[in-house]
C-alpha cells in the first residue's frame, strides 16, 4: 500500500469520525429542544439547559472543522514522513496511529462537554445542602481522566502505538515458528 | 485466504463482539430492576422474556465469533475464491487492529460506569434513588449486578486492547488446518 492510498483512507475514517459527531451531536440536541419549555420546572437554573447545549454546539463545530477542513494535514501528520524499510511495519503503525486519533477525538468529543457541564452544576450547586451536590465530584474525576486519555490518542499515543506494532510483530513471528506444528 | 474472505470474517467478529456486550448487558438487567416497585407478576415476565433475549443473543454472538465461515462465503461469493491469497501475517495485524478499535471504544463506556459504581459502594447515597451505605449497598443486587458487569465489560475492553492474542491464533489454527487438508484433498484426487 502507498503513501497515497494510505493518506486516501486517513482522510475517509476522520470524515467519517467527524460525520459521526454530527450525528450523535442531533441526536442529543433535539431531544433537548423538546424540553426547553419545562426547563425552569426542573429545579435547575433556566439557563443551565443553554449552556450545556452551547458547549455541546461550540464542541462538535470545531471538531468537525477541524476533522473535515484540516483532514489532508492530520492525514499527512498520521502517515508521518519516516523512511521504514519494511512496508508492513510501516502501514501498521500508520493504522494504529489512525485508530489512535479517531479513537481519541471521540474521547474528547463524549468527555468535554460532560466536563463543562459537571463543573458548572458543581459551581452552582456547591453551597447548598442537596444531595445532588455529590454528584459533580466523581463525573469531574472520571471526566479529567477521560479528557487526560483523549488528549493522549489524540496526539497518536506514540508509545501505545509502539507497544502495539511489537506485539504484533512478535506475534507473527511466534506463529511462523508454530506454523510447521500446526499443519 | 482471500482479502474479501478477511474483510467479511473482521467485519462478523466485530458484531459478534457487539452482540456478546449487549448480551452481558441484557442479562444483567433484570438484577439491577429486582429492586424497583414493579409488581412481581411484571418482574417474572421481564425475568423469562430477558432470559430468551439473553440466550438467543449468546448464540448469535458464538455464530458470529467462532462459527462464521458459512456467513462469511455467503457474503463474499464464490467469486471471492479466485483473489489471491494474503500472507498470514495480514491477517494477524488485521484483527488485531479491529479488536484494539473496538476495546478503545469500549473502555470509554466503561471507565464511564465503573466511576458510577465505585464511589456508591464506599461513599454511599450517590447513587440515585438508593439510601444505602456500606456492607448494605455491597450487598444490594442492583449493585452486584451493576458493578459485576461494569467489571465484566472492562476485562473484555482490556483483552481486546491486548489483540485478543486466544482467539486470533484460534482462529489462524482452524485457517491453516482446513487449507492443509484441502491441499492433501486435492494431492489425493490427482
Known amino acids: 500500500m502507498n503513501k497515497n492510498e494510505l493518506n486516501v483512507i486517513a482522510r475517509i475514517v476522520l470524515v467519517g469520525v467527524g460525520l459521526y459527531v454530527v450525528i450523535q451531536t442531533f441526536l442529543t440536541i433535539l431531544p433537548s429542544i423538546a424540553v426547553l419549555p419545562f426547563a425552569k420546572d426542573s429545579g435547575q437554573p433556566g439557563y443551565m439547559i443553554f449552556i450545556i447545549l452551547g458547549i455541546y454546539v461550540i464542541i462538535s463545530a470545531a471538531t468537525v472543522y477541524f476533522l473535515f477542513r484540516c483532514a489532508n494535514s492530520i492525514s499527512a501528520k498520521i502517515i508521518g514522513n519516516e523512511q521504514v524499510d519494511d512496508a508492513q511495519v510501516s502501514w501498521l503503525s500508520v493504522a494504529f496511529r489512525l485508530i489512535c486519533v479517531s479513537a481519541g477525538v471521540l474521547f474528547l468529543y463524549w468527555s468535554v462537554p460532560s466536563l463543562v457541564s459537571s463543573v458548572f452544576m458543581y459551581m452552582i450547586y456547591k453551597n447548598q445542602q442537596y444531595a445532588y451536590v455529590m454528584y459533580p465530584r466523581p463525573d469531574i474525576a472520571r471526566d479529567i481522566i477521560m479528557l487526560a486519555l483523549g488528549i493522549y490518542f489524540a496526539f497518536g499515543a506514540p508509545g501505545f502505538v509502539r507497544w502495539q506494532v511489537k506485539r504484533t510483530l512478535k506475534q507473527c513471528s511466534k506463529f511462523e515458528e508454530q506454523k510447521a506444528s500446526w499443519c | 485466504m482471500t482479502r474479501p474472505h478477511l474483510i467479511a470474517k473482521l467485519i462478523l467478529a466485530a458484531i459478534g463482539i457487539r452482540l456478546f456486550m449487549w448480551f452481558i448487558s441484557i442479562a444483567s438487567s433484570p438484577f439491577i430492576r429486582l429492586e424497583t416497585r414493579y409488581p412481581h407478576e411484571f418482574l417474572s415476565m421481564s425475568f423469562i422474556i430477558t432470559f430468551a433475549e439473553s440466550l438467543v443473543l449468546l448464540a448469535a454472538s458464538m455464530i458470529f465469533l467462532f462459527r462464521s465461515d458459512g456467513l462469511m462465503r455467503m457474503i463474499v461469493g464464490p467469486d471471492a475464491d479466485r483473489c489471491p491469497k494474503?500472507?498470514?501475517?495480514?491477517?494477524?495485524?488485521?484483527?488485531?487492529?479491529?479488536?484494539?478499535?473496538?476495546?478503545?471504544?469500549?473502555?470509554?463506556?466503561?471507565?464511564?460506569?465503573?466511576?458510577?459504581?465505585?464511589?456508591?459502594?464506599?461513599?454511599?447515597?450517590?447513587?440515585?434513588?438508593?439510601?444505602?451505605?456500606?456492607?448494605?449497598?455491597?450487598?444490594?443486587?442492583?449493585?452486584?449486578?451493576?458493578?459485576?458487569?461494569s467489571i465484566v465489560d472492562c476485562v473484555i475492553a482490556i483483552y481486546l486492547i491486548f489483540g485478543a492474542p486466544h482467539y486470533i491464533r484460534w482462529q489462524l489454527r482452524k485457517m491453516l488446518v482446513k487449507e492443509s487438508n484441502q491441499i492433501s484433498g486435492v494431492g489425493k484426487h490427482e
Open chain 2, 86 to 149: 494474503i500472507d498470514v501475517c495480514w491477517v494477524i495485524a488485521s484483527f488485531r487492529i479491529m479488536f484494539c478499535l473496538s476495546g478503545l471504544l469500549m473502555i470509554y463506556s466503561c471507565i464511564m460506569s465503573l466511576f458510577y459504581y465505585i464511589p456508591t459502594i464506599f461513599k454511599g447515597p450517590i447513587l440515585p434513588y438508593t439510601t444505602l451505605q456500606g456492607q448494605e449497598a455491597l450487598l444490594s443486587p442492583k449493585l452486584l449486578a451493576g458493578g459485576f458487569k
